[in-house]
C-alpha cells in the first residue's frame, strides 16, 4: 500500500531529524571531555594550536609523569577515594534509617522532625561554612579530613538522600509490613530484610549522588586544608601552576584526565546503573 | 520523587494525627506501638543528629557571628549589634554583586529546566540510538565540576578552541572570559551543560511514569500531541519539575566552584556572585562578622524562593495530597 510506505518513509525522515538535532545538541556536552583527553596527550606547545584538533602525531604521556612529581598526587588520589567510599557507605545507612522511619513508622512528632531536617536540603553548605570552619578550628579538626568526612555524609547529600528514600518507601504497600509482621518481624528487621533489599534502585542512586558530591568538594576541602598531602583531586588540580604562577596546561589536563576517566568509565559500563538508577528513585 | 505523584496510600506515618489513643490494657509494657515509637526515634537520630550539629547549630552561630565584631589577629569579638548589617547598605560592592547573582541563578535555573525538558521530551520515545544519547547528555554529570570547568576554560581562552573553531567559519570571537557579559555568559552555560543532565533524567522518569492509559483515553477523544502535553504530561510531572526547580535555583545560588576556577569572580565583578563574595569576606579578607551577614542573607534568599515554591506547590500539585 502506497499510503503505509509514505508513512514510514515519514517515520524513517523523523527520525532522521530527531538523531540529527540531537546529534548537534550533544556537542558542547561531549567534546570538552574527549579534547581534555587528546590535549594531555599533547606536547605543550600543540595545545594552542589553531585550528584546534583532536588529534596529535606525536603523543607523549609526559604531563602524565610530571603530575605525580610535581605534587603527591598518588596521595591526593588516595585521600579523594577513600572519603568518598566511607561518606557514601554512611550516608546510606543513616538516609536508608530515616527514610524508612519518616515514610512508614507512626511516631509523636515526626512530621515536626521531617520539616527539621528538611531544613538541611535547604540551607546551603556555604552559608554554614563559616561557623563550622570556627566549630572544627576549636575541635582541632583543621587541616584533617574530619570536617569534610562527617559533614558530607550526616548533612548535605544525606538530607537530599533521606528525602528521596522517604519518597521511595512511602509509595510502597501497606501489607509489606502486615505480612512481616505475621512473620514476628520487629523494625530494624522490617527495614533490613523487606525494605532494603526493595530499595536497591533507590539505595544505588544514592550511593551515586553522594559519591559524586564527596568526589566533586571543591569549597570545603580549599577552606578546610593547607597540607598538599592532604588535598583531594579537585582541590589538587588547581594547584598546577609553575614557580612564576604560570599554569602548566597540559600536565593540568593529564591530572584532570586521571580524575575525570576512571569515573567515567564505571558510569559507562554500569550507566544502567547510573542513569536507570536515578530514574527509579523518581519512579517508585 | 513521583511518590508525590501517586496518590498517597494510607501508609503510616504520612496522617498529621499521628497520635492514638494507647492501649493501657495489656501488662506488656513494650507493646508494638511503644517499640515502634523507639524504633522510630533511634532510625532518625543519626540524620537529625547531623542536620542539628552540622547545620541548625551553624545557622545559630552564623547569627551571633553577624552581630559581632572579629579581630583575626588578637582572636577577641565584640558585640556591634546591627552594624554588620547596617554595612550592607554602604557596602558599594554589594549591589553589582546582588545584579550578577540575579543573572547568574535566572540564568542557570531557565536554561536548565527549559533544557532539561527538552531533552526529556526528544529522549522520551523509542527510537535506535535513544540510550545512547541519554548517555552522552548525561556523561557531565560524573565529570568533576574543577577538572570540567578547566576544561572550558582552556577552551574559553581568546587562542583556546571555541575561538579557534570560530576562525575556521571567519568569526573572530571574543576574549570569553575577559568581558564581563561574555564571562557571565560562559559561568551560566558551562554550569548547566554539565549539570542538566540530572534533570533531563528525572524529567524522563517522570514522564515514564505518566500511565499510558491516560495518554490513550486522551487519544481517543481526539486531543492532539499539544493538548496532550499540556493536559495531562506537564500536570502529572509537576511535582518533578518543582522538585527540581528548588534543588536547581538552592544549586545556582551554591555554585562557587564554577565560579572560582573559571573566573575568580572577575573581569572586575562581573561574576561575583553572592556565594562567591561570601568566601572572599569569611576566608579571604578575614571578615568573619560581615562574611557571616553576607552568609545569612544567601541564606535569606533560598528560604524565601522555598516559601514561594511551597506556596506555588499548594496551588499546583493538586494530585499530591
Avoid at chain 1, 606536547?43 to 596529535?56: M, Q, R, V
Avoid at chain 2, 572579629?70 to 554583586?97: E, T
Wanted: net charge positive; aromatic share 12%.
Amino acid at each position: 500500500m502506497s499510503s503505509k510506505s509514505s508513512s514510514q518513509r515519514r517515520s524513517a525522515l523523523r527520525h532522521a531529524l530527531l538523531v540529527t538535532a540531537l546529534g548537534v545538541l550533544a556537542i558542547p556536552f561531549v567534546v570538552p571531555t574527549v579534547w581534555m583527553v587528546a590535549a594531555s596527550l599533547k606536547p605543550l606547545p600543540e595545545i594552542f594550536k589553531a585550528p584546534p584538533s583532536l588529534w596529535t602525531s606525536d603523543p607523549t604521556l609526559s604531563a602524565y609523569s610530571e603530575a605525580f612529581s610535581f605534587q603527591p598526587f598518588a596521595r591526593q588520589y588516595a585521600n579523594s577515594v577513600y572519603i568518598a567510599v566511607l561518606v557514601t557507605l554512611i550516608t546510606l545507612l543513616v538516609s536508608s534509617l530515616a527514610g524508612y522511619a519518616f515514610a512508614r513508622i507512626r511516631f509523636p512528632g515526626a512530621n515536626a522532625l521531617f520539616l527539621v531536617v528538611l531544613v538541611g536540603l535547604l540551607v546551603p553548605s556555604e552559608v554554614t561554612i563559616v561557623p563550622l570552619f570556627q566549630m572544627f578550628k576549636r575541635a582541632g579538626m583543621i587541616n584533617t579530613h574530619w570536617p569534610l568526612i562527617l559533614v558530607t555524609a550526616l548533612a548535605g547529600p544525606c538530607v537530599l538522600a533521606t528525602f528521596i528514600m522517604r519518597q521511595f518507601f512511602i509509595a510502597l504497600p501497606a501489607e509489606l509490613e502486615e505480612a512481616g509482621r505475621l512473620d514476628g518481624l520487629g523494625r530494624p528487621a522490617l527495614w533490613w530484610r523487606i525494605f532494603l533489599p526493595l530499595a536497591r534502585p533507590a539505595l544505588s542512586a544514592v550511593a551515586i549522588l553522594t559519591f559524586l558530591t564527596s568526589w566533586n568538594l571543591y569549597l570545603e576541602p580549599t577552606v578546610y586544608l593547607t597540607s598538599p598531602e592532604l588535598f583531594t583531586l579537585p582541590q589538587a588540580l588547581t594547584r598546577f601552576t609553575d614557580a612564576y604562577g604560570g599554569e602548566m596546561w597540559n600536565t593540568q589536563l593529564a591530572a584532570a584526565t586521571m580524575t575525570v576517566l576512571p569515573v567515567l568509565v564505571v558510569f559507562v559500563v554500569a550507566q544502567r546503573q547510573f542513569v536507570e538508577g536515578l530514574a527509579h528513585s523518581g519512579l517508585k | 520523587m513521583s511518590g508525590l505523584t501517586k496518590t498517597r496510600a494510607r501508609t503510616p506515618g504520612a496522617s498529621p494525627a499521628a497520635t492514638k489513643p494507647r492501649d493501657t490494657s495489656g501488662p506488656p509494657f513494650w507493646t508494638i506501638r511503644r517499640r515502634d515509637v523507639l524504633a522510630g526515634y533511634l532510625f532518625i537520630a543519626p540524620q537529625l543528629a547531623g542536620v542539628v550539629l552540622f547545620v541548625l547549630v551553624p545557622v545559630g552561630l552564623a547569627i551571633w557571628y553577624s552581630l559581632n565584631d572579629w579581630n583575626v589577629f588578637s582572636g577577641g569579638q565584640s558585640f556591634v549589634g546591627v552594624d554588620n548589617y547596617a554595612a550592607l547598605a554602604d557596602d558599594p560592592q554589594l549591589p553589582s554583586v546582588l545584579g550578577a547573582t540575579a543573572v547568574f541563578c535566572g540564568g542557570v535555573v531557565v536554561l536548565n529546566i527549559g533544557l532539561g525538558l527538552l531533552l526529556a521530551v526528544l529522549l522520551n520515545r523509542r527510537f535506535r540510538g535513544a540510550t545512547f544519547f541519554r548517555t552522552l547528555f548525561f556523561s557531565p554529570v560524573v565529570v568533576s565540576v574543577v577538572a570540567w570547568t578547566l576544561v572550558w576554560g582552556f577552551l574559553l581562552q581568546d587562542n583556546g578552541g571555541i575561538n579557534g573553531l570560530l576562525d575556521t567559519v571567519g568569526i573572530n570571537g571574543p576574549n570569553w572570559l575577559q568581558r564581563g557579559d561574555t564571562a557571565m555568559l560562559s559561568v551560566i552555560v558551562t554550569q548547566v551543560i554539565r549539570s542538566v543532565g540530572v534533570n533531563m533524567v528525572l524529567f524522563l522518569a517522570a514522564l515514564q511514569g505518566v500511565p499510558a492509559q491516560l495518554y490513550e483515553a486522551a487519544r481517543l477523544d481526539g486531543a492532539g500531541s499539544r493538548v496532550i502535553f499540556t493536559r495531562i504530561t506537564l500536570p502529572l510531572i509537576s511535582p518533578t519539575l518543582l522538585l527540581t526547580a528548588i534543588i536547581t535555583v538552592v544549586g545556582a545560588l551554591q555554585s562557587f566552584a564554577q565560579i572560582a576556577v573559571l573566573t575568580s569572580g572577575g573581569p572586575e565583578l562581573s561574576t561575583t556572585v553572592l556565594v562567591y563574595y561570601v568566601f572572599q569576606q569569611a576566608f579571604e579578607f578575614n571578615h568573619i562578622g560581615y562574611g557571616s551577614t553576607l552568609a545569612l542573607m544567601l541564606l535569606s534568599f533560598v528560604m524565601l524562593l522555598t516559601l514561594v515554591q511551597w506556596q506555588l506547590r499548594r496551588k499546583w500539585v493538586f494530585h499530591e495530597q
